[in-house]
Structure formats: structure tokens, C-alpha cells
């Protein structure tokens, strides 16, 4: 990455849209009652389920307030950000219709799910395509995450449908391409499908947004909310053919159940809210050198939040996310070792034994967990990383000096951390 973040020419042009009319706020409203207005107009449904979700419409309001008010949107980001809100309102309507009208799915059982779990760029990504080739589990897929159900299209139609929300970035910004890949067809995390719940991680990813980061602190009780969307999300793709991919894609090939594989850095904050709903679930929890993920991470977060402002926050992002990501990690120590979260319910990796080694180390894993191993499971993981390449979109390049960040301050704020788990600097 350069010293400045600069945005492709068409998104320049469009922008200056918003400099003609002298406000980009006159091109796309954001008006939470004109927005879900809207969406019941558009669908003809009314309910939000507010009874069985309680707090869901104020969590929305307090978020779009912030996001107007505090969020600097240029054009397009205004432009898209509407457009994702008022789909995601459209579809929690369909959503909700659907868990009232259809009772047996809720009772779809969820059990033992497998979850990926770790600071960003530690190796979350292809760890999870890789343990996705396993028959015996089941990772959701994008388009699925996004377009959830049959009244959206066929497949093939939700397929593409979900191009804009996942592929469009890389014509935003062509070099998001190098930090993370993002495909209509490759298993999604987590975040995809919680965005349907505004105390979800999504939006505080994409959006700086600091008085609702304040409010939901003081309102922790929305996280229960987000893990029993979790759940009914999970339910809803599994729920026969016409909730998701077809039957044949929920079972295993000998015709069982598989078991659920999911992802998240996001859950690395609320592991305690993940096994207070997932009691059962198992967490694979990811390792690396902080000088590297942390400075990986502020370089990412950074160019999706540019993806739609003119804002620049490389500089103050870098100190904010050493500190979070040392109090997030810190506590999961804390949290493991008490008994606040089931330490024999968690593995650890660390990114260096898996770039080196990854079938040893899933071979190790799968013990450690009591699965067993597939047939030729070797050589699906071997042809796989055949096939992607690391930097195959080239390589991700980031300076500490526009990250607001100093090697040494990063070495010694996560050092008890390091020392902890063993990790190897890189």
C-alpha cells in the first residue's frame, strides 16, 4: 500500500455527483423510517418480529443515525450503503415471515458446530476453504449468507445477485483483491448472515461509528440477540430444499447430518455469548506474530471503511486496534482460564505451522477434536492450495509508518500474549 489511499477514476467521477448537488446526502437518503417504509412497501410485509426480537428496531435506528451522522460517506458510499440497508430490511422481513409461517423450522437442531475463531490475517480464511472440503461439514456460501431464500430467485439468480455485494469491492478498490478474496461461491463468514441484526460485526467494520460503538458497550445484552439470529440462520439454510441449496447439500454422504463449519475474528470478542447458545460447539482458535496480524489488520479495515469516505484512518485505526485486539486476547486468556468459556472445547493453531505444513497440522487438529480423517482428504487440501497460490491477486504491502503504529510499542502491548501461547515471531 502507498502512502495515500486513492480511489479508482470511475469512483472519483461518481463522486463528484455529490460535489455537483453540493451534498451527497441529497443523492441517497438514509432515513431509518423512509428506509423500512420502504422495504414494507416493497415486500408487502409488515413485521419485524420486534416481540421475539426485542430492542432489533432501536438497535437499527441508533446505528443509521451514526452511520448519517458521523460515517463522512462520499456519494457511492451512500449510494451502496442504502442499497445494503434496504435489502438487508427487505430480507429480515422475508426472513421473519417465513419463521412464522414455517414452525418445524425451528426446530431444526444445530448441534456440535465448528467454529473458526482468531484475530484477523492469523490464517482464518483458508483455514476455513480447507476444513470446508471435509464431506462431514457444511460451511455456509456467500450467496446463500446473502440471499437466504427461494423468494430472492433460483440459485443460479442469488448466485449472481450476490456478485454486487461480494465482488463489486475489488472494482472499488482493485487492490482489496491482494488482502482478502471475496467470491459469490466460497464459504462466507459469520458476518455475512448476522448482518440481518444491526448489533451484528458488520456494520462497525465498515462504518466508523463511534457513538453507537459506545451505546452497544453500555447494551451487551444485544449480543444474545445476534446468537440466536446465529442459530435461526443456521436453521434456515438447513431447512429442506427450498431454504437454501438443495437437501442433498445439508447431508453427508452416507446420508447423516453435517456438522455446522463457521467464522468469524468477530466472535473472538464473545466467546462467552458463542457457548451460552452452542454449549456443544467446538472453537478452533487461531495464532500469529501480532506485529503481523495487527498491522495486516488496520491496513484492511482501513480500505473498507474508504471503500465508501473520503477518510483516511490508517493513523488512528493503528493504535486503536492494538489495543482492542490486546484486550480482546488477553480476556480470552482470562476467560479460559477461569471456566468463563470451556477450555477443552478449544483447539489452538499458529499461522507459521499451518503455512508450512497445513496437512500435518489438520491432521493434528482432527485428533484433538475426536473427528475423522476422510478418505484422500490429503490430497484435496493438497490440490486446493495447488490451485490458490498465496498472493495469486499479488501481494499485500503495508507500511507501520502510515499505520499509526510502532514495531517495538506492538511487540511489548501483546508480549503476555505471545509468551502465553507460544507464538513465533515472524
Request: proline content about 7%; glycine content about 8%.
Amino acid at each position: 500500500m502507498g502512502n495515500t489511499l486513492e480511489h479508482p477514476d470511475w469512483v472519483r467521477r461518481f463522486n463528484l455527483f455529490g460535489d455537483i448537488v453540493g451534498d451527497p446526502g441529497r443523492l441517497a437518503g438514509l432515513h431509518p423510517d423512509e428506509l423500512l417504509a420502504t422495504a414494507r412497501a416493497s415486500t408487502g410485509l409488515d413485521d419485524l418480529g420486534e416481540a421475539d426480537w426485542p430492542g432489533w428496531t432501536e438497535t437499527y435506528t441508533r446505528m443509521l443515525t451514526a452511520i448519517e451522522d458521523e460515517a463522512r460517506l462520499h456519494a457511492l458510499g451512500r449510494v451502496v450503503t442504502r442499497a445494503e440497508v434496504l435489502k438487508v430490511l427487505q430480507t429480515r422481513l422475508r426472513l421473519q415471515h417465513e419463521w412464522a409461517t414455517r414452525p418445524a423450522l425451528l426446530a431444526e437442531p444445530v448441534d456440535g458446530p465448528l467454529f473458526v475463531v482468531g484475530p484477523p490475517r492469523t490464517g482464518t480464511t483458508i483455514l476455513l476453504e480447507l476444513l470446508a472440503l471435509d464431506p462431514q461439514l457444511r460451511a455456509p456460501i456467500a450467496w446463500e449468507a446473502l440471499h437466504p431464500l427461494p423468494s430472492e430467485g433460483s440459485v443460479e439468480r442469488r448466485r449472481e445477485l450476490s456478485e454486487c455485494e461480494q465482488e463489486f469491492w475489488a472494482d472499488v478498490h482493485p487492490e482489496f483483491r491482494t488482502m482478502h478474496e471475496l467470491a459469490s461461491d466460497l464459504p462466507c463468514e459469520c458476518v455475512n448472515f448476522l448482518v440481518y441484526d444491526f448489533a451484528g460485526p458488520y456494520y462497525s467494520m465498515m462504518y466508523d461509528t463511534p457513538s453507537f460503538t459506545g451505546w452497544q458497550l453500555e447494551n451487551l445484552d444485544t449480543l444474545g440477540r445476534v446468537y440466536r439470529l446465529h442459530r435461526r440462520m443456521l436453521q434456515t439454510f438447513q431447512h429442506g430444499p427450498t431454504a437454501g441449496q438443495p437437501a442433498a447439500a445439508g447431508a453427508a454422504g452416507d446420508g447423516g447430518p453435517r456438522r455446522w463449519l463457521l467464522k468469524s475474528p468477530g466472535h473472538l470478542s464473545t466467546l462467552a455469548a458463542l457457548f451460552a447458545e452452542y454449549p456443544d460447539a467446538r472453537v478452533i482458535h487461531t495464532h500469529r506474530d501480532p506485529r503481523r496480524f495487527v498491522a495486516s489488520l488496520v491496513s484492511l479495515l482501513s480500505v473498507l471503511r474508504f471503500m465508501r469516505s473520503e477518510t483516511d484512518q490508517r493513523v488512528v485505526l493503528g493504535p486503536i486496534m492494538e489495543m482492542t485486539y490486546q484486550l480482546f486476547l488477553e480476556q480470552v486468556i482470562a476467560q479460559r482460564s477461569d471456566g468463563i468459556v470451556p477450555d477443552d472445547q478449544i483447539v489452538d493453531t499458529h499461522f507459521l505451522e499451518l503455512m508450512s505444513d497445513p496437512v500435518a497440522m489438520l491432521h493434528r487438529v482432527y485428533g484433538r477434536l475426536g473427528y475423522d480423517w476422510p478418505k484422500g482428504h490429503d490430497r484435496a487440501i493438497t490440490a486446493y492450495l495447488a490451485a490458490k497460490p498465496k498472493a495469486k491477486h499479488g501481494a499485500h504491502t503495508y507500511s507501520y509508518g502510515d499505520l499509526g503504529l510502532d514495531e517495538d510499542h506492538v511487540r511489548a502491548t501483546f508480549a503476555p500474549y505471545v509468551a502465553h501461547y507460544g507464538i513465533t515471531e515472524e
